[in-house]
């Protein structure tokens, strides 16, 4: 766990609000909901077709979680 200023530098140089990691509500009264990344590390144990099937995946559920969530909310 980073400290409180390492954390600060973190989301300052991801470009990100804190509050998405934190689980803090925006100023519109929603919570944020951090992006999906996915990052794989370069070794040649995984080759780039499933590499790249894998992160589709993820970003695909991702997606349909928050269609969910739009849905439920409803």
Known sequence: MPDLQTFAKLCKWLGRDPREFL??????????????????????????????????????????LRAREKLMSR
Do not use: S
């Not at 929603?30 to 790249?52: I, L, N, W």
């Not at 894998?54 to 349909?64: C, N, S, V």
């Open 23 to 64: 689980g803090i509500e925006t100023d519109d009264g929603t919570q944020a909901t951090p992006d999906a990344v996915v990052h794989f590390r370069k070794k040649k144990t995984v080759k780039m077709e499933t590499a790249t099937a894998l992160g589709e995946l993820i970003l695909a559920a991702q997606r349909a």
